[in-house]
Structure formats: C-alpha cells, structure tokens
C-alpha cells in the first residue's frame, strides 16, 4: 500500500486542481454609459430631460450639454435658449475607476434639417465601450459620491474616457483663474495603472515624452486661514493627443452666487476693503411661469469668506418675472447682513435695459455712503449708514435669492452684463489698501454658481478693465 501513495497523492492534486481551475470565475461587471433625451428636438427655448440608462455599476455622473453648461446630477434637466445643434456627453465611473461615455444630440430650433440630423445621429451613434482604469483615490475627493454629497466644494469628476494615443507625445495644461502663487497639480493615469504627477505655482504644467493612454485629475486647490475651495473645470477627463494642450479654468463654486471677488490677501483676509464701485445692465428677463424667478446683481464688501456671513454691506438691483400676469418687475435695494435687504422707495423706476452704477463707500470707521444711480433715466438714491463690516474682500454678484430662507428658482436672464467700455470709465472697481484699480488689480477669484449640483450661472473671464459678463443656464 506504501508505494502507492505517491500515485494517489498526484491524483489527489490532479482532483484538487481540476476543482479549481475549472470553477468558474464571476465576471467582472463593467459601467456602459448610456441615457435618453426627452424630448431630441423642438423649438427654443427648450427644456430638456435626461434620463440615465446605463448599465453595470456606476455611481459618479458627468454632463455636458454643448452649450458650456454642466452637470454632476444623474437625470439633470436642461433649458436650451438659443438654436443649434447640441452635443450632450455622459461620463460615468463606478468605484473602482472604471469609466464609460456616450453621446447623444440635441436639436432646438425649428429648422427641419436640425431636426434630422439629431434623429439620424441618435439612432446611429453606439456607446463606447467600458475602460479599465486604475482608480485615484487620493485625487477623488467624493470618491462614491451620489445625488447628495455633503458639500459642493469637495467635488470632483471621476477619471473619464481614454483614448488610444500615438506613441510619444506631449499634453501642455494651460490654467487661468488660479490667484497668483498657489500650487496646482496634475496627476496622469496611464491605462497600465503608471501614474504621473506634477505640481507648479506657474499657469502651465507640461508632460512631455509619454506615451499610451492617460486619463488627467486636478485635485480641488484649497488655501487660506479661512479656508476657500478652487475647483478646476473641467477637473478630470481623457488626454487627446491631437489637442497637444488643455485649459482648465479654476473657479470658486457657490449654490447662489456667480461673478467675482477681490481681496488684499485671500489666504490671510485682512480688513482694508474701503470701497467697491460696480456697473451692470438690468436684464429683461424671459419665460411664463405663475412660480415667481428671480435674479439680483449687487456690489458688496465683506461676508464672503467663512465666518463672514453676517459682515456684509451691498447694494443693488432685483428683477422677478412671475404671478399672475407673468411680468417682469425691478427695484433697487440696500442690505446691512443679518438684515434683511430695504428697497428703496418706489420713485425710482428702473426698466429692462437700464444701466446701473452702484458705490459703497467708507466715510470715516463704522460711517458708510452707499449710492445707487440710474445713468438711463438719471436718478440717484443716496444714504448714509452705520455698520461694522468684516472689510476683507470686495463682490460684484450675480445671485439666486432666497426670501426667509425661501429660494425662488433662478430667472432666464441670459446674459448679464457687468461692466462694459461704453458704461463708464471706472465700471468695476475697489479701494483695497492703498491701492484703487479695477477687480484684476487685486487678488481674487471668480466664482460659479453650481445648484443641485448643475450649473446656473458661469462667469466670464475679466477684461483688463475689470468688466466680464455671466452666462446663465436653466434646469428644469
């Protein structure tokens, strides 16, 4: 019996082994993006829905609609405004950083071809296959963040699609919007899990002689004793080697705010704002609805960074379209935060086009002269008040009110207009210090309105003179 032993224990590991090999191996269930648009077409403005109907795991959704606006809901809703035809783009990852993409279009407008050009682009187009990727943990920061993550500053777009590249190239990322002498990093995933990383106070970081196929992540840049989020936009997305660069604006996220802030030093705050002078034009608001929207535009100092809130002064104008009738009314006001914003009297008419210069002024320490005037049918409303202001950092804001902690929906106004050469000379300007110059001549930063984790309101870049514009978008 001994010298058999040998033989059964090579059957024994041919049996053991035959058992493991041959037992099947669950498969590897990957995301597959895909969602449908209701409706593909029709006539502006049009108000779209997107539903999600990809498949395999996946809980981080990316949109884009074509038209500069975007999305981190999962079945976001979208208003187009003017004609075209529209890419909308779906990014989605699950959490182990595998990632899926699918495009679909958009028809508004009433030409016919428009509209069969969406219908023939959309039963035609498939969506692109499933990517293995190595997932950034350290560079998500909402890693398995869904419909409600705990704070709008601590996002970031997962890891998109690849594509295959030519063997050695170089990729240049060209950053604007950063306030001079912060860091900022890009990290490059290659699809064969090697990372590369890089980090620069400089508007370009360059990655020159890589080859295969990256993925790039900019982590959120975060400064300040009181402490303030940068996002990148777009934050995360493929490298193509045929665009050889990429810009990325870093801007500020906020759920009611879009435009702009300066300060003497946004990383150690310090009270020297003593005045703020802003130009706009009141917007003729669009739509027909019996829900009150709304859309306020203002110049302000202090309340903005953490602990501020109720240190701020501002003044400017409000325009609600609703009720009823669904008309457009606009008034000017004042606010002292905790207070609520006084209109002032009713006297001074103010209409759709009407371009608006507002001053707030320190006159001695505590003693504030606040001025709001209407260069197009030539009124001022002067006041003089008392109030003690955090006094380090000047706003010029576009905002989506809230009333006793009731928040209208957001106005179609399109786009605001702050500032402009044909205004006036000095149209956006600030006294920080020593120091008077229009919004560029200061540390700052724009800032976006994201809602429900979709874009409202995108501010432009400043013109030198400090002017911009704000582009708004609709959810529905």
Not at 49 to 59: A, C, E, N, R, W
């Amino acid at each position: 019996m001994t010298r058999y032993l040998p033989y059964l224990s090579y059957l024994l590991f041919l049996f053991l082994a035959s058992v493991v090999l041959c037992h099947p191996v669950p498969a590897v269930l990957l995301p597959v993006a895909d969602f449908s648009i209701t409706p593909e077409s029709g006539t502006v403005p049009l108000d779209v829905k997107m539903t999600d109907l990809s498949k395999g795991p996946h809980s981080t959704w990316f949109w884009t609609f074509g038209d500069g606006a975007f999305s981190y809901s999962r079945e976001p809703g979208h208003t187009y405004t003017e004609p075209g035809l529209y890419t909308v783009s779906l990014f989605i990852s699950d959490n182990e950083g595998h990632t899926s993409f699918k495009k679909r279009y958009v028809a508004a407008g009433s030409s016919c071809w428009t509209h069969l050009g969406a219908l023939l682009s959309n039963l035609f187009l498939e969506p692109a296959p499933s990517v293995t990727r190595v997932a950034i943990a350290e560079n998500q920061p909402f890693q398995g963040y869904s419909e409600n993550p705990p704070s709008l500053h601590e996002m970031q777009v997962p890891p998109l699609m690849q594509r295959f590249l030519a063997e050695r190239y170089t990729v240049t990322f060209n950053q604007s919007g950063l306030p001079p002498g912060l860091n900022w990093s890009v990290v490059m995933v290659n699809n064969d899990g090697t990372r590369l990383e890089k980090i620069s106070s400089t508007p370009e970081i360059c990655f020159s002689g890589i080859s295969g196929s990256y993925t790039y992540s900019i982590p959120l840049v975060k400064f300040g004793k009181k402490p303030v989020n940068m996002s990148a936009i777009p934050s995360s997305g493929p490298v193509d080697v045929n665009r050889g660069s990429i810009d990325i604006q870093f801007s500020h996220f906020e759920p009611s705010w879009a435009g702009y802030i300066a300060a003497a030093n946004i990383t150690d705050p310090r009270s020297v704002v003593t005045s703020v002078g802003g130009s706009w034009i009141v917007p003729e608001l669009s739509g027909n609805t019996s829900d009150m929207t709304s859309v306020f535009q203002w110049i302000g100092i202090g309340g903005f960074f953490p602990g501020d809130a109720s240190s701020l002064i501002q003044t400017g104008t409000a325009s609600s379209l609703g009720g009823l009738y669904s008309m457009q009314y606009n008034y000017g006001w004042i606010e002292l935060l905790p207070g609520y914003s006084e209109p002032i009297p009713s006297g001074f008419v103010i209409f759709p086009g009407d371009i608006m210069r507002a001053e707030i002024h320190e006159e001695k320490p505590g003693t504030w002269n606040i001025s709001l005037k209407d260069l197009t049918r030539n009124w001022q409303y002067k006041r003089t008040l008392l109030y003690n202001s955090s006094m380090d950092s000047a706003e010029w804001v576009l905002e989506n009110p809230s009333y006793v902690g009731e928040t209208h929906d957001l106005a179609h106004f399109g786009v605001a207009d702050f500032g402009t050469t044909s205004l006036s000379t000095d149209d956006n300007n600030a006294t920080i210090g020593s120091v008077t110059g229009p919004i560029g001549s200061f540390p700052g930063f724009s800032i976006t309105m994201v809602y429900n984790n979709t874009s409202r309101a995108i501010p432009s870049k400043l013109s030198s003179g400090g002017n911009f514009t704000i582009r708004g978008y609709s959810a529905n």
